[in-house]
T-cell receptor
Framework: EPEVTQTPSHQVTQMGQEVILRCVPI?????FYWYRQILGQKVEFLVSFYNNEISEKSEIFDDQFSVERPDGSNFTLKIRSTKLEDSAMYFC????????????FGPGTRLLVL | GQQLNQSPQSMFIQEGEDVSMNCTSSSIFNTWLWYKQDPGEGPVLLIALYKAGELTSNGRLTAQFGITRKDSFLNISASIPSDVGIYFC????????????FGKGTKLTVNP
């Protein structure tokens, strides 16, 4: 069964450094998402992406964040200057079409900012 | 904004028991999704509900979309140790948003 994949599974970085989290969504899906989950808390929406542009973003998704689909398969989340509070699990998700509204999640990248 | 309230927060049961958990909201949802998350993993979709009153099964799991569209429940029958995990309900915000709102989860522990 097709699945969303993410790399790396774990990332440790110093505060102020830039990180890029990578995702390969399910191949025939058109909508892509990033969510994050701070340890012990619920999953929170960051951003959705369709047709090569951001379609919706949350208040968490400020100027330090950016997303890109650099080619036909990858979808990336860049955090420009990491802060301690960016430490969380970051999940990529994808859905086939908006009407279906069923999003499939990747296994996540655990980001630790020191 | 639209919030999803899950109960109970946690459950401790014996293997073989049936489990019921639910999710409520003060707002209407047009879709209800139930996910399971194992420690250190991403949420895995269990059941998706699209119509009020809909009752859907997936193996030992059964979920229903409440008639008022403001609640949903998930039942697990004859629980086994691998049912351990956190169960989240989620749904898209109204008004055409693609954003999924998640509940805080029900943590299930199954004692063998």
């Amino acid at each position: 069964e097709p699945e969303v994949t993410q790399t790396p599974s774990h990332q440790v970085t110093q505060m102020g450094q830039e990180v890029i989290l990578r995702c390969v969504p399910i191949s025939n899906h058109l909508y892509f998402y990033w969510y994050r989950q701070i340890l012990g808390q619920k999953v929170e929406f960051l951003v959705s992406f369709y047709n090569n542009e951001i379609s919706e973003k949350s208040e968490i998704f400020d100027d330090q964040f950016s997303v890109e689909r650099p080619d036909g398969s990858n979808f990336t989340l860049k955090i420009r200057s990491t802060k301690l509070e960016d430490s969380a699990m970051y999940f990529c998700a994808s859905s086939r079409d908006r009407a279906e509204e069923t999003q499939y999640f990747g296994p996540g990248t655990r980001l630790l900012v020191l | 904004g639209q919030q999803l309230n899950q109960s109970p927060q946690s459950m401790f049961i014996q293997e073989g028991e049936d489990v019921s958990m639910n999710c409520t909201s003060s707002s209407i949802f047009n879709t209800w999704l139930w996910y399971k998350q194992d420690p250190g993993e991403g949420p895995v979709l269990l059941i998706a509900l699209y119509k009020a009153g809909e009752l859907t099964s997936n193996g030992r799991l059964t979920a229903q979309f409440g008639i008022t569209r403001k609640d949903s429940f998930l039942n697990i029958s004859a629980s086994i140790p691998s049912d351990v995990g956190i169960y989240f309900c989620a749904g898209p915000l109204q008004g055409g948003s693609e954003k999924l709102v998640f509940g805080k989860g029900t943590k299930l522990t199954v004692n063998p």
